[in-house]
């Protein structure tokens, strides 16, 4: 894929992976689309990217209500045309025991990422097919392909989003879209971590045999990613050899990933 000139849009662009993405593309000539909750960071972020010369429009949305969703197509559709490439990397969501879990937020742990990235999705696809051409890349967890304990809720909306990047690929099988789905390992400089201190506990010790990355490592492997129109993409090499290990040796993996993750405290620990 030929990035320079292409228009992107991004979910979670405020921070991250999303912004980091953001900016690398944009240093590469794409015109970036910028989608969060956040205003005012997200118009910090255009004013940033215009002042070295890129182009990037702020789009201040809650993607997990559909006419939000609808609302963000319409604009781009008619001011900017259609996108050459969607990017989900909107997420959010505590690591939990279900019990542990409130009703109410298995609905909100559902809504990003999975929601977020099937309206998103739903809206640009008639106008892609179309023109037959694109590329949708979803950020994964490496949890949506081997789970580990103490995070039910969190887990089962990334398999919800790991399945509907697989799904859709099969869905265009026959078009000359592509789809990618890329799992990143720990990001370092993440604000997930910052903001829920809990959840780096419950992250299973064998991860520690797994390097950390940045954001901007993890842009440039999304970038790899579309130059390569690849269907898959692990960042660190690391964390592959892990999910090969998984493929290859369930019962393995599944045991260490288990015996080493969170347990509960009390009687049943």
């Not at 990143?184 to 400089?189: A, C, L, N, R, T």
């Amino acid at each position: 894929m030929k990035i320079a000139g292409s228009l992107c849009v991004i979910s979670g662009a405020s921070s991250g992976i999303g912004k980091a993405t953001a900016l690398e593309l944009a240093r590469r000539g794409a015109r970036v689309v910028l989608v969060a909750r956040r205003a005012q960071i997200l118009e910090q972020l255009e004013g940033q990217i215009r002042a070295a010369g890129g182009l990037a429009w702020a789009f201040p949305a809650n993607l997990s209500q559909p006419q939000e969703a609808m609302r963000l197509g319409e604009w781009v559709l008619c001011e900017l045309g259609t996108p050459d490439t969607l990017i989900h990397s909107a997420g959010a969501g505590e690591w939990r025991f279900l019990d542990e879990t409130p009703l109410e937020d298995l609905q909100r742990l559902m809504d990003t990422p999975y929601f977020a990235a099937a309206y998103l999705t739903r809206v640009f696809l008639p106008a892609m097919l179309q023109q037959n051409q694109g590329f949708i890349l979803s950020v994964c967890s490496p949890a949506s392909r081997l789970v580990w304990p103490g995070a039910t809720g969190y887990v089962a909306a990334r398999w919800a989003l790991n399945g509907f990047t697989e799904a859709l690929r099969a869905d265009l099988y026959h078009t000359n879209l592509q789809v990618c789905a890329f799992f990143p390992g720990k990001i370092s400089d993440s604000e997930y971590f910052t903001h829920n201190t809990d959840t780096e506990q419950r992250i299973p010790h064998i991860g520690r045999f797994i390097p950390e990355i940045t954001s901007r490592q993890a842009a440039l492997g999304i970038v790899r990613a579309l130059e390569q129109n690849a269907r898959m993409m692990f960042v660190p090499w690391q964390l592959q050899a892990f999910d090969l290990l998984a493929r290859w040796f369930p019962r393995i993996a599944e045991h260490l990933a288990w015996t080493s993750g969170a347990r509960r405290k009390g009687p049943q620990g």
